[in-house]
Protein backbone atom coordinates (compact mmCIF):
# COMPACT_ATOMS: atom_id res chain seq x y z
CA UNK A 1 0.00 0.00 0.00
CA UNK A 2 1.15 3.32 -0.57
CA UNK A 3 1.37 4.32 2.95
CA UNK A 4 -0.40 2.28 6.05
CA UNK A 5 -3.36 2.58 8.17
CA UNK A 6 -5.81 0.79 10.29
CA UNK A 7 -9.13 -1.00 8.82
CA UNK A 8 -10.83 1.86 11.59
CA UNK A 9 -9.73 4.54 9.13
CA UNK A 10 -11.53 3.06 6.46
CA UNK A 11 -14.98 4.58 6.11
CA UNK A 12 -17.99 5.37 4.05
CA UNK A 13 -16.67 9.07 3.86
CA UNK A 14 -12.73 8.26 2.23
CA UNK A 15 -13.49 4.64 0.99
CA UNK A 16 -12.65 5.21 -2.81
CA UNK A 17 -9.78 7.61 -2.52
CA UNK A 18 -6.14 6.43 -1.81
CA UNK A 19 -4.72 4.71 0.23
CA UNK A 20 -7.93 3.47 1.51
CA UNK A 21 -9.38 2.36 -1.81
CA UNK A 22 -6.42 -0.39 -2.38
CA UNK A 23 -8.34 -2.25 0.92
CA UNK A 24 -11.05 -1.61 0.07
CA UNK A 25 -11.77 -2.04 -3.29
CA UNK A 26 -11.64 -6.20 -2.48
CA UNK A 27 -13.18 -5.54 0.76
CA UNK A 28 -16.41 -3.98 -0.10
CA UNK A 29 -19.06 -6.36 1.33
CA UNK A 30 -17.28 -5.33 4.99
CA UNK A 31 -18.59 -1.44 4.24
CA UNK A 32 -21.42 -2.03 2.02
CA UNK A 33 -24.59 -4.65 2.57
CA UNK A 34 -24.26 -7.18 0.06
CA UNK A 35 -25.64 -10.13 -1.40
CA UNK A 36 -23.15 -13.33 -2.43
CA UNK A 37 -23.29 -15.02 -5.81
CA UNK A 38 -22.47 -18.41 -5.54
CA UNK A 39 -19.69 -20.07 -7.59
CA UNK A 40 -18.36 -23.59 -7.86
CA UNK A 41 -16.03 -23.10 -5.34
CA UNK A 42 -13.08 -24.82 -6.66
CA UNK A 43 -9.59 -24.57 -5.70
CA UNK A 44 -7.56 -22.40 -8.15
CA UNK A 45 -4.41 -23.00 -9.24
CA UNK A 46 -1.54 -21.08 -7.93
CA UNK A 47 -0.74 -17.55 -9.66
CA UNK A 48 1.01 -17.22 -12.53
CA UNK A 49 3.92 -14.50 -13.12
CA UNK A 50 4.20 -12.37 -16.54
CA UNK A 51 6.60 -14.41 -18.51
CA UNK A 52 7.51 -12.88 -21.78
CA UNK A 53 5.27 -9.80 -21.12
CA UNK A 54 7.55 -9.01 -18.26
CA UNK A 55 9.58 -7.05 -21.13
CA UNK A 56 6.91 -6.29 -22.98
CA UNK A 57 7.93 -2.06 -23.52
CA UNK A 58 4.28 -0.42 -23.60
CA UNK A 59 3.76 3.89 -23.25
CA UNK A 60 3.41 5.40 -20.14
CA UNK A 61 1.45 8.57 -19.29
CA UNK A 62 4.39 10.58 -19.16
CA UNK A 63 5.01 9.30 -22.58
CA UNK A 64 7.93 7.67 -21.81
CA UNK A 65 8.43 3.65 -22.93
CA UNK A 66 8.23 1.30 -19.79
CA UNK A 67 8.22 -2.42 -19.19
CA UNK A 68 4.23 -3.80 -18.42
CA UNK A 69 5.19 -4.82 -14.78
CA UNK A 70 6.45 -0.76 -14.15
CA UNK A 71 3.57 0.55 -16.21
CA UNK A 72 0.94 -1.64 -14.25
CA UNK A 73 2.63 0.05 -10.50
CA UNK A 74 2.44 3.42 -11.72
CA UNK A 75 -1.55 3.11 -12.44
CA UNK A 76 -2.32 1.55 -9.13
CA UNK A 77 -3.05 -1.79 -10.59
CA UNK A 78 -4.13 -4.08 -8.41
CA UNK A 79 -4.86 -7.03 -10.79
CA UNK A 80 -3.56 -7.85 -14.42
CA UNK A 81 -4.72 -11.23 -16.14
CA UNK A 82 -4.04 -12.48 -19.24
CA UNK A 83 -6.02 -15.24 -20.92
CA UNK A 84 -5.01 -16.45 -24.55
CA UNK A 85 -7.13 -19.19 -26.01
CA UNK A 86 -8.64 -20.30 -22.84
CA UNK A 87 -5.70 -20.68 -20.57
CA UNK A 88 -3.92 -18.25 -18.39
CA UNK A 89 -1.26 -17.08 -19.74
CA UNK A 90 0.37 -14.57 -17.78
CA UNK A 91 -0.50 -12.79 -14.55
CA UNK A 92 0.50 -9.75 -12.07
CA UNK A 93 -0.80 -8.90 -8.73
CA UNK A 94 0.05 -5.92 -6.59
CA UNK A 95 1.54 -7.23 -3.00
CA UNK A 96 -0.48 -5.74 -1.40
CA UNK A 97 -3.61 -7.90 -2.76
CA UNK A 98 -4.88 -11.20 -2.94
CA UNK A 99 -5.81 -12.76 -5.88
CA UNK A 100 -8.34 -15.10 -4.19
CA UNK A 101 -10.21 -11.84 -3.02
CA UNK A 102 -13.34 -10.78 -5.06
CA UNK A 103 -12.64 -6.99 -6.56
CA UNK A 104 -14.97 -4.19 -7.11
CA UNK A 105 -16.39 -4.06 -10.82
CA UNK A 106 -17.61 -1.00 -10.47
CA UNK A 107 -19.00 -0.51 -14.08
CA UNK A 108 -18.45 -3.66 -15.51
CA UNK A 109 -21.49 -4.72 -13.54
CA UNK A 110 -23.33 -3.50 -15.70
CA UNK A 111 -22.31 -5.55 -18.60
CA UNK A 112 -23.04 -8.78 -16.40
CA UNK A 113 -26.43 -6.97 -16.46
CA UNK A 114 -26.91 -6.53 -20.22
CA UNK A 115 -25.88 -10.30 -20.26
CA UNK A 116 -28.64 -11.25 -18.25
CA UNK A 117 -30.97 -9.05 -19.92
CA UNK A 118 -29.61 -11.17 -23.77
CA UNK A 119 -30.60 -14.10 -22.00
CA UNK A 120 -33.60 -13.75 -20.59
CA UNK A 121 -35.10 -11.85 -24.20
CA UNK A 122 -34.00 -14.79 -25.84
CA UNK A 123 -36.00 -16.77 -23.13
CA UNK A 124 -38.80 -14.57 -24.60
CA UNK A 125 -39.29 -13.48 -21.03
CA UNK A 126 -39.82 -9.56 -23.12
CA UNK A 127 -38.77 -8.14 -25.79
CA UNK A 128 -36.25 -5.05 -26.34
CA UNK A 129 -39.17 -3.08 -27.74
CA UNK A 130 -41.48 -2.92 -24.31
CA UNK A 131 -41.31 -0.03 -22.32
CA UNK A 132 -40.42 0.26 -18.79
CA UNK A 133 -43.45 1.54 -18.17
CA UNK A 134 -44.87 -1.97 -19.14
CA UNK A 135 -43.18 -4.13 -16.20
CA UNK A 136 -42.80 -1.04 -13.53
CA UNK A 137 -45.85 1.10 -13.10
CA UNK A 138 -44.39 3.21 -10.52
CA UNK A 139 -41.75 4.86 -13.50
CA UNK A 140 -44.58 6.06 -15.02
CA UNK A 141 -44.57 9.94 -15.02
CA UNK A 142 -40.48 9.67 -14.35
CA UNK A 143 -38.01 9.69 -17.04
CA UNK A 144 -37.82 5.92 -17.45
CA UNK A 145 -41.75 5.54 -17.36
CA UNK A 146 -41.69 5.77 -21.47
CA UNK A 147 -38.60 4.78 -22.51
CA UNK A 148 -37.94 1.14 -24.68
CA UNK A 149 -35.45 -1.43 -23.10
CA UNK A 150 -33.48 -1.05 -26.01
CA UNK A 151 -32.93 2.74 -25.10
CA UNK A 152 -32.30 1.72 -21.89
CA UNK A 153 -29.71 -1.29 -22.53
CA UNK A 154 -27.79 1.25 -24.76
CA UNK A 155 -27.56 4.37 -22.33
CA UNK A 156 -29.93 6.01 -24.57
CA UNK A 157 -32.38 7.28 -21.80
CA UNK A 158 -33.32 10.84 -21.82
CA UNK A 159 -32.59 12.20 -17.93
CA UNK A 160 -31.78 15.33 -16.27
CA UNK A 161 -28.98 13.56 -13.89
CA UNK A 162 -25.35 14.43 -14.01
CA UNK A 163 -22.90 11.52 -12.84
CA UNK A 164 -20.30 13.57 -10.71
CA UNK A 165 -18.56 11.04 -9.07
CA UNK A 166 -17.29 13.56 -6.64
CA UNK A 167 -20.38 15.19 -6.00
CA UNK A 168 -20.44 15.12 -1.65
CA UNK A 169 -23.91 17.13 -1.76
CA UNK A 170 -26.14 17.22 -4.60
CA UNK A 171 -28.62 14.67 -6.20
CA UNK A 172 -25.16 12.37 -7.15
CA UNK A 173 -24.10 11.72 -3.68
CA UNK A 174 -28.18 11.76 -2.71
CA UNK A 175 -27.72 8.80 -5.57
CA UNK A 176 -24.93 7.10 -3.56
CA UNK A 177 -26.27 7.40 -0.03
CA UNK A 178 -29.68 5.77 -1.33
CA UNK A 179 -27.15 2.97 -2.49
CA UNK A 180 -25.48 2.92 0.91
CA UNK A 181 -22.52 3.76 -0.85
CA UNK A 182 -21.93 7.46 1.08
CA UNK A 183 -22.39 8.18 4.99
CA UNK A 184 -26.09 9.88 5.52
CA UNK A 185 -25.67 13.49 6.36
CA UNK A 186 -27.15 14.50 9.95
CA UNK A 187 -31.17 15.20 10.01
CA UNK A 188 -31.64 13.72 6.20
CA UNK A 189 -32.32 10.24 5.23
CA UNK A 190 -31.87 8.90 1.86
CA UNK A 191 -34.66 7.08 -0.34
CA UNK A 192 -33.93 3.89 -1.00
CA UNK A 193 -32.63 3.17 -4.66
CA UNK A 194 -36.09 2.61 -6.35
CA UNK A 195 -38.25 5.65 -5.36
CA UNK A 196 -35.21 7.38 -5.88
CA UNK A 197 -34.86 6.42 -9.07
CA UNK A 198 -38.27 6.67 -9.74
CA UNK A 199 -37.97 10.62 -9.01
CA UNK A 200 -35.77 11.43 -11.91
CA UNK A 201 -36.75 13.30 -14.20
CA UNK A 202 -37.09 13.48 -18.30
CA UNK A 203 -34.68 15.88 -20.03
CA UNK A 204 -35.89 17.77 -23.36
CA UNK A 205 -34.72 15.85 -25.41
CA UNK A 206 -36.18 12.51 -26.90
CA UNK A 207 -35.15 8.77 -25.61
CA UNK A 208 -32.90 7.40 -28.48
CA UNK A 209 -31.33 9.73 -29.91
CA UNK A 210 -28.37 10.31 -27.78
CA UNK A 211 -25.82 8.12 -26.08
CA UNK A 212 -25.98 9.98 -22.37
CA UNK A 213 -23.84 7.45 -20.13
CA UNK A 214 -25.67 7.44 -16.63
CA UNK A 215 -25.50 4.71 -13.75
CA UNK A 216 -28.82 5.05 -12.79
CA UNK A 217 -30.23 3.75 -16.23
CA UNK A 218 -28.10 0.27 -15.08
CA UNK A 219 -29.41 0.18 -11.70
CA UNK A 220 -33.35 0.59 -12.81
CA UNK A 221 -32.51 -2.34 -15.33
CA UNK A 222 -31.40 -4.26 -12.44
CA UNK A 223 -34.66 -3.92 -10.65
CA UNK A 224 -36.96 -4.27 -13.57
CA UNK A 225 -34.89 -8.26 -14.51
CA UNK A 226 -35.63 -8.66 -10.71
CA UNK A 227 -39.56 -7.36 -11.38
CA UNK A 228 -39.83 -9.84 -14.81
CA UNK A 229 -38.83 -12.50 -13.19
CA UNK A 230 -39.17 -12.58 -9.70
CA UNK A 231 -35.41 -13.59 -8.67
CA UNK A 232 -33.21 -11.28 -6.92
CA UNK A 233 -30.33 -9.91 -9.08
CA UNK A 234 -27.81 -11.94 -7.29
CA UNK A 235 -29.73 -15.33 -8.47
CA UNK A 236 -29.78 -14.14 -11.48
CA UNK A 237 -25.85 -13.49 -11.84
CA UNK A 238 -25.39 -16.90 -9.76
CA UNK A 239 -27.73 -18.92 -12.00
CA UNK A 240 -27.51 -17.60 -15.64
CA UNK A 241 -23.80 -16.61 -15.61
CA UNK A 242 -21.85 -17.64 -12.19
CA UNK A 243 -22.44 -21.10 -12.63
CA UNK A 244 -22.71 -21.41 -15.77
CA UNK A 245 -19.07 -20.26 -16.48
CA UNK A 246 -17.69 -22.60 -13.98
CA UNK A 247 -16.70 -19.87 -11.78
CA UNK A 248 -14.05 -20.93 -8.94
CA UNK A 249 -15.10 -18.21 -6.20
CA UNK A 250 -18.34 -16.84 -4.72
CA UNK A 251 -18.72 -13.13 -6.29
CA UNK A 252 -20.90 -10.73 -4.40
CA UNK A 253 -23.10 -7.38 -5.01
CA UNK A 254 -23.68 -4.08 -2.87
CA UNK A 255 -27.47 -3.92 -2.05
CA UNK A 256 -29.29 -0.68 -0.99
CA UNK A 257 -31.83 -1.41 3.06
CA UNK A 258 -34.38 -3.22 1.08
CA UNK A 259 -32.32 -5.69 -0.86
CA UNK A 260 -31.76 -3.99 -4.06
CA UNK A 261 -28.85 -4.75 -5.55
CA UNK A 262 -26.53 -2.31 -7.53
CA UNK A 263 -26.24 -3.37 -11.11
CA UNK A 264 -25.07 -0.73 -12.33
CA UNK A 265 -21.36 -1.19 -10.06
CA UNK A 266 -21.85 -3.16 -7.26
CA UNK A 267 -20.71 -6.62 -8.01
CA UNK A 268 -16.88 -8.17 -6.71
CA UNK A 269 -15.50 -10.72 -8.62
CA UNK A 270 -11.93 -11.97 -8.89
CA UNK A 271 -10.08 -11.69 -12.19
CA UNK A 272 -9.87 -14.90 -13.31
CA UNK A 273 -13.38 -15.35 -12.92
CA UNK A 274 -13.92 -11.94 -14.69
CA UNK A 275 -11.58 -13.94 -17.57
CA UNK A 276 -13.92 -16.51 -17.95
CA UNK A 277 -16.38 -14.35 -18.37
CA UNK A 278 -14.89 -12.75 -21.38
CA UNK A 279 -13.55 -16.00 -22.62
CA UNK A 280 -17.39 -17.55 -22.63
CA UNK A 281 -18.14 -14.74 -24.93
CA UNK A 282 -15.05 -14.69 -26.67
CA UNK A 283 -15.81 -18.46 -27.83
CA UNK A 284 -19.48 -17.24 -28.80
CA UNK A 285 -21.80 -17.84 -25.74
CA UNK A 286 -21.03 -21.55 -24.98
CA UNK A 287 -24.58 -21.73 -24.60
CA UNK A 288 -24.79 -19.30 -21.71
CA UNK A 289 -25.39 -16.64 -24.09
CA UNK A 290 -26.87 -17.71 -27.32
CA UNK A 291 -24.36 -17.02 -30.38
CA UNK A 292 -26.92 -14.84 -32.13
CA UNK A 293 -26.73 -12.89 -28.75
CA UNK A 294 -23.30 -12.56 -28.56
CA UNK A 295 -22.53 -11.64 -32.39
CA UNK A 296 -24.81 -8.85 -31.79
CA UNK A 297 -22.19 -7.06 -29.12
CA UNK A 298 -19.09 -7.54 -31.53
CA UNK A 299 -21.83 -5.49 -34.61
CA UNK A 300 -22.81 -2.90 -31.59
CA UNK A 301 -24.93 -0.30 -31.32
CA UNK A 302 -25.82 2.76 -33.63
CA UNK A 303 -22.19 4.02 -34.54
CA UNK A 304 -23.56 7.71 -34.93
CA UNK A 305 -25.59 7.87 -31.95
CA UNK A 306 -22.18 6.96 -30.09
CA UNK A 307 -20.07 9.47 -31.94
CA UNK A 308 -22.73 12.29 -31.40
CA UNK A 309 -22.91 11.10 -27.78
CA UNK A 310 -20.47 11.72 -24.24
CA UNK A 311 -17.91 9.04 -24.41
CA UNK A 312 -17.10 8.84 -28.22
CA UNK A 313 -13.35 10.10 -26.69
CA UNK A 314 -13.47 6.48 -25.61
CA UNK A 315 -13.16 4.63 -29.05
CA UNK A 316 -12.85 6.57 -32.62
CA UNK A 317 -15.67 4.25 -34.69
CA UNK A 318 -16.63 2.50 -31.75
CA UNK A 319 -20.45 1.76 -30.31
CA UNK A 320 -22.27 0.56 -27.21
CA UNK A 321 -24.84 -1.83 -26.64
CA UNK A 322 -26.17 -3.88 -24.04
CA UNK A 323 -23.42 -1.86 -21.75
CA UNK A 324 -20.80 -3.25 -23.76
CA UNK A 325 -18.16 -1.42 -25.33
CA UNK A 326 -17.51 -2.27 -29.05
CA UNK A 327 -14.06 -0.43 -30.21
CA UNK A 328 -14.46 -0.24 -34.39
CA UNK A 329 -11.53 -3.07 -34.67
CA UNK A 330 -13.48 -5.93 -33.54
CA UNK A 331 -12.86 -5.76 -29.75
CA UNK A 332 -15.52 -5.52 -26.96
CA UNK A 333 -14.91 -4.51 -23.89
CA UNK A 334 -16.52 -4.07 -20.08
CA UNK A 335 -15.03 -0.94 -18.16
CA UNK A 336 -15.18 0.35 -15.19
CA UNK A 337 -14.23 3.86 -12.94
CA UNK A 338 -11.30 3.34 -11.06
CA UNK A 339 -9.41 1.16 -14.03
CA UNK A 340 -11.10 -1.78 -13.96
CA UNK A 341 -10.93 -3.22 -17.70
CA UNK A 342 -12.35 -6.54 -19.70
CA UNK A 343 -11.04 -6.64 -23.39
CA UNK A 344 -12.19 -9.45 -25.33
CA UNK A 345 -10.14 -9.35 -28.68
CA UNK A 346 -10.98 -12.33 -30.70
CA UNK A 347 -8.53 -11.90 -33.65
CA UNK A 348 -5.99 -12.85 -31.10
CA UNK A 349 -7.68 -15.05 -29.01
CA UNK A 350 -6.75 -13.09 -25.77
CA UNK A 351 -8.88 -12.21 -23.11
CA UNK A 352 -7.32 -9.49 -20.42
CA UNK A 353 -8.72 -8.29 -16.94
CA UNK A 354 -7.27 -5.36 -15.32
CA UNK A 355 -8.59 -4.68 -11.97
CA UNK A 356 -7.20 -1.05 -9.71
CA UNK A 357 -7.56 1.29 -7.31
CA UNK A 358 -6.67 4.42 -10.18
CA UNK A 359 -7.15 7.89 -7.64
CA UNK A 360 -9.79 9.65 -10.09
CA UNK A 361 -13.06 7.79 -11.37
CA UNK A 362 -12.15 9.12 -14.74
CA UNK A 363 -9.45 10.10 -16.02
CA UNK A 364 -9.30 10.87 -20.11
CA UNK A 365 -5.52 10.65 -20.97
CA UNK A 366 -5.08 7.58 -18.87
CA UNK A 367 -8.18 5.13 -20.58
CA UNK A 368 -5.88 6.35 -23.73
CA UNK A 369 -3.03 5.17 -22.50
CA UNK A 370 -4.61 1.98 -20.74
CA UNK A 371 -6.20 1.04 -24.18
CA UNK A 372 -2.98 1.61 -26.01
CA UNK A 373 -1.26 -0.95 -23.24
CA UNK A 374 -4.49 -3.65 -24.03
CA UNK A 375 -3.85 -3.91 -27.95
CA UNK A 376 0.29 -4.31 -27.17
CA UNK A 377 -0.63 -7.18 -25.01
CA UNK A 378 -2.86 -8.58 -27.34
CA UNK A 379 -0.78 -8.88 -30.21
CA UNK A 380 2.36 -9.91 -28.02
Known amino acids: MTQPFNRRDVTLSNW ?3 PYSQWAFHNACELVPSAIIASRRQAET ?3 DLGALATLPVQSLSGAMVTLPEFLTQNSTDAFVVMR ?3 IEAEWYAPHYDPAQPHLLFSITKSITGLIAEILAEQGKFSFDDLVGDHMPDMIGSAYGDVSLRHLFDMQVSVQFTDDF ?12 AMLWNPEKPGETAPDLRPFLASIEKAAHAHGTCHSYHSINTDLAGI ?7 SRFADLVRDMIWLPIGAH ?5 TVDRAGTARAGGGMSAT ?3 LARVGEMLRLGGLGVVSADRVAALWRGGDRQIWADGDQAYLFDGGSYRSYFYEDGHGVVAGIGIHGQWLWIDPATETVIVRLSAEPLP ?4 LDHVVIAMLRDVSKA
Not at 166 to 177: E, I, K, P, V
Not at 249 to 253: K, L
Open 249 to 253: SDAHI
Open 85 to 87: KGV
Open 16 to 18: RTL
Open 271 to 273: ARD
Open 224 to 230: LLEVITG
Open 46 to 48: APR
Open 166 to 177: LDTSGAFDRYRR
Open 362 to 365: SNEE
